[in-house]
């Protein structure tokens, strides 16, 4: 019986028979012709002519026979990236960029200051079009064709790409999706707004140290604390695209008051400021805090020095994280929770108490769960940003000949 992606029937056969064979060549390259005939129920002069259609579209290339084969070798194929390119952007107290060719390398990383957490929106907006530029004139210079851009942003986005509420940004009810469009003049890519936990969900599914699990979660350690879950093998989208918003499930009634005007969410007790806030008192004279780097960093420094203030706020952060990710685990059953983010240079102090704490609140084989620290860095939104891109491509959106 046929395994993998399965062919459509007349009159959709065209294109979606050219999605099925990219989908297969991006899970199992190199490949042949005969190994797609066979995974995909398609017929051989079907597959040879929508193999020569994408290698004309430079989407696929021949790379040469395989061996240890009886009888004569086949040409193998595999996905041909060097002409396209799919860019990702993540915005926290940071703006990163990353681009990735059509077989998923990494051909652009950057990493770039954001005055987001103290503009305007419309001021916002600007900085975030102007780095999309920039990645998009380089790539152009070297003779690629930009497939799409798609863009992270720690809040509540809905289908439209409209920010509803990004509460640590300020930001409501934001259409920003047309705003980069305009900014952008009106690309012939598509320009996609995503709820940046959900696209690093989706990175971490693909890349991550644990890549294919079927029940994963990713909590990003930004500014706030959202979380993206992969369930069943699919990414949870919820009825408005908001799921995910764990920062903002009370954990202590009696908490500080958090920045969407509740009191005791977890954002508020878990958050990376807070705890630079408990780690680091002597902050709070140097103003706002709009790069939380060189903070997470000193932080990282006075535990390694077993500072009794950082450490003690490392274990009252990571038991309120164990506490949130209990709640998640009663709800959904994952095998494995991400941190990511800034979360991921303190992990070693966070995760002890987290996971005893995620232990003694699970109400069922709470040692078959695991918490760890994301190996993807800060990029982690960005590459997922990207991967959407190729999804898009895989779906059928293909760039013409």
Not at 306 to 328: C, F, M, N, W
């Amino acid at each position: 019986m046929p395994r993998g992606p399965q062919p459509a029937g007349f009159p959709e056969v065209g294109a979606t028979n050219l999605s099925v064979v990219l989908r297969y060549m991006r899970a199992h390259m190199p490949c042949s012709r005969s190994d797609i005939a066979v995974a995909t129920g398609l017929n051989k002069s079907t597959v040879s002519s929508l193999v020569a259609d994408l290698i004309e579209r430079r989407l696929l290339r021949e790379i040469g026979f395989t061996e240890h084969r009886i009888g004569r070798p086949p040409t193998m194929l595999v996905l041909d990236g060097s002409p396209y390119a799919a860019i990702g952007l993540e915005v926290n107290d940071n703006l990163t960029a990353v681009a990735v060719d059509l077989a998923g390398e990494q051909i652009l990383s950057w990493r770039r200051s954001f005055r987001g957490l103290e503009s305007t929106p419309s001021q916002a907006a600007t900085a975030i079009a102007a780095l999309g530029r920039r990645a998009v004139n380089r790539l152009v210079k070297q003779g690629r064709h930009v497939l799409g851009l798609t863009i992270g942003v720690p809040g509540l986005v809905d289908p439209t790409g409209a920010v509803r509420l990004a509460a640590n940004l300020g930001w409501r009810d934001i259409d920003l999706r047309d705003r980069l469009t305009r900014a952008l003049g009106a690309p012939d890519y598509p320009v996609i707004v995503d709820n940046d936990a959900n696209l690093a969900v989706i990175a971490e599914s693909r890349y991550g140290e644990f890549a294919g699990t079927q029940n994963l979660v990713y909590l990003t350690g930004e500014v706030g604390i959202g979380a993206g879950i992969i369930s069943g093998g699919r990414l949870i989208r919820g009825a408005n695209g908001f799921p995910g918003e764990v920062g903002h499930l009370q954990v202590d009634p009696d908490g500080p008051v958090c920045g969407c005007g509740r009191s005791g969410c977890l954002e508020s007790v878990a958050s990376i400021s807070a705890l630079v806030a408990k780690a680091l008192p002597d902050s709070a004279n140097d103003g706002a805090v709009t790069d939380l780097a060189p903070e997470v960093a000193e932080v990282a420094r006075r535990a390694r020095a077993q500072d009794p203030t950082a450490l003690k706020a490392l274990t009252e952060t990571g038991r309120a994280l164990g506490h949130g990710v209990s709640i998640l685990a009663n709800l959904l059953d994952p095998e494995v929770v991400v941190l990511g983010g800034y979360f991921v240079p303190l992990a070693r102090w966070l995760l002890p108490a987290a996971e005893a704490e995620l232990h003694s609140r699970s109400v069922s084989a709470a040692d078959a769960r695991r918490i760890v620290a994301s190996t993807l860095g800060h990029g982690a939104a960005a590459t997922g940003a990207a991967a959407t891109v190729l999804d898009h491509v895989d779906a059928g959106n293909l760039p013409n000949a």
